[in-house]
């Protein structure tokens, strides 16, 4: 059982980089990314085929049976059309959110699975799974932070240098261009990280059994973190926003982050 539930968070771990990097190169297309990414699907492609086809020798029957055998099924067709997908088109777009879903449903029959083969492992996991989840926030919150000081010191040096003084302050920072940039990569690093933090936290709340609702401060204050960031990566690279009306948006999404983290967090009935 140890090792099987190794092979399922292994799986689910290949599943949650491709997640990131399939988003990565949602916003950069870049090829590199989207290689790494094919790859990694096609390791968790790999894993699902073999379980898929040992279960289907042993019981002579294609596994669609329980509801528990139909996610399983229902995942492996996923990964299996987003892999011919990524072959035929460019579709980063497509890519990135059927990589979302399937990760989800992943979870789910991972979960399941457990539930109904050894269901003393489900605590455990479940810990796990919370663990996971803090820390994907938590770092999240940590490259948004980064992402904001970054603003200031921008505008620390816009105003520097508009001002004509405090040279030598201006050559302990980066040009206006590096720190702008800088702050949009920890973004687009910090983003992805939050979205699947999310997810485990959902799946979590439902699998434990907790009081939950999509109505929750904490949950709805996450979301809503969420999209303040997403609408900034759109404006910045949909709509070409440098500068300082970007990094207003910026800073703007920070003290929503602030707001979430210590307000919210307070008034949410199961977050502590």
């Not at 491709?18 to 916003?27: G, K």
């Not at 810990?127 to 200031?152: K, N, P, Q, R």
């Not at 508009?162 to 949009?184: I, N, P, S, T, V």
């Not at 439902?206 to 999509?214: A, N, R």
Request: charged content about 15%; aromatic content about 20%; some cysteine.
């Amino acid at each position: 059982m140890f090792e099987e539930r190794f092979l399922q968070e292994s799986m689910l771990l290949l599943y949650g980089f491709t997640v990131i990097i399939y988003f990565i190169d949602f916003l950069y297309h870049n090829r590199k990314a989207n290689r790494i990414a094919f790859w990694f699907l096609a390791m968790v492609w790999l894993f699902q085929t073999i379980f898929l086809l040992t279960e289907i020798l042993h019981t002579s029957n294609i596994p669609i049976q329980t509801l528990n055998d139909g996610l399983y099924t229902y995942t492996w067709i996923i990964i299996t059309f987003s892999l011919i997908a990524h072959r035929l088109f460019r579709l980063e777009f497509f890519m990135f959110f059927i990589s979302v879903f399937g990760f989800f449903i992943m979870i789910i029959h991972t979960l399941r699975s457990m539930q109904i083969t050894d269901s003393t492992q489900i605590p455990l996991v479940l810990d796990e799974m919370l663990f996971a989840h803090i820390v994907l926030a938590l770092v999240s919150y940590g490259l948004f932070t980064i992402s904001f000081i970054l603003a200031c010191l921008y505008y620390m040096q816009y105003k520097f240098l508009k001002k004509k003084k405090g040279y030598k302050w201006l050559r302990r920072f980066q040009d206006l261009e590096g720190l702008e940039k800088r702050a949009f990569q920890s973004i687009v690093l910090g983003e992805p990280l939050l979205l699947l933090s999310i997810i485990l936290g959902v799946v979590w709340a439902y699998m434990t059994g907790t009081e939950f609702y999509w109505g929750d401060s904490k949950t709805l204050g996450s979301i809503i973190v969420f999209i303040i960031y997403a609408g900034y990566l759109y404006m910045r690279i949909q709509k070409g926003y440098k500068g300082k009306a970007i990094l207003s948006w910026n800073i703007f999404a920070f003290l929503i982050l602030l707001i979430n983290f210590f307000l919210f967090n307070s008034l949410s009935n199961f977050h502590m």
